[in-house]
């Protein structure tokens, strides 16, 4: 890779990781001008493997920054570029909506690493079944306002939203009577923001949606 896509911010993604998606969901948003490397988690290029010492993706490269774990990248973002805010202005709200995100990523993240990564069928059977229950348990959550504890789209959702994307083929089906969740993924799926960031892989992904 030449020295000239330096002067371009470029994201290293892997075009089927939810981590990578949640940023280029980010990306998308903000119309950030950005050349967006394909790699495959499993094999980077020995160029990732310079930028960032934990060997992961998203890795984020902006001049002399370099930059990973999603979230960090994410609120990088959304502070150099400021509009549309993806985060709210109050102190208070802005620790909620990071609690939150921390949440997703403890709670449903965990249980959707160990159904992919799962080698024990019982073990990947119980977490499609906690995951599943502990959407169902938010479903009122996400039917209380526009967006996830929100008036506006927020990272919160660019995080939750590559999540419930994958649920068919994680293997959980959220019930009809679900509504709150239903309609939240409807319209989530449907923003601009999310259109643009999905990757051909990503939409070869059977989703809700689609099933409905």
């Known amino acids: 890779m030449g020295t000239n896509r330096r002067s371009v911010m470029t994201l ?14 980010v990306l998308a948003e903000k119309g950030i001008a950005v050349d ?3 790699v495959d ?4 290029p020995e160029e990732v493997m310079d930028f960032n010492p ?13 930059l990973w774990e999603s979230r960090i990248i994410m609120e990088y973002l959304d502070e150099r570029f400021p509009h549309p805010p993806l985060m709210p202005v109050d102190p208070i709200a802005r620790a909620t909506a990071r609690l939150f995100m921390y949440r997703v990523d403890q709670d449903w993240y965990q249980l959707m690493g160990r159904i992919i990564k799962g080698n024990r069928n019982d073990d ?3 977490a499609r079944k906690e995951l599943r229950e502990s959407l169902i348990v938010t479903s009122p ?6 967006y996830f504890m929100s008036d506006e789209f927020s990272l919160v959702d660019c995080c939750i939203a590559p ?3 994958r649920l068919p083929i994680l293997g959980v089906e959220i019930p009809p009577n679900a509504t709150a969740i239903h309609q939240y993924m409807k319209r989530i799926f449907d923003l601009p923001c999310f259109r643009h960031s999905l990757t051909e892989i990503e939409r070869e992904m059977p989703h809700e949606t689609a099933r409905r």
Not at 141 to 146: D, N
């Open 41 to 44: 988690a499993q094999n980077l």
């Open 141 to 146: 959550v996400f039917g209380a306002k526009p």
């Open 54 to 66: 934990y060997g992961t993706v998203p890795t984020l490269v902006d001049r002399d920054l370099r």
């Open 12 to 25: 290293f993604s892997d075009p089927a990781c939810p981590f990578c998606h949640r940023v280029r969901i």
């Open 163 to 165: 999540l419930l994307w």
């Open 36 to 38: 967006i490397v394909d």
């Open 124 to 126: 990947i059977a119980q």
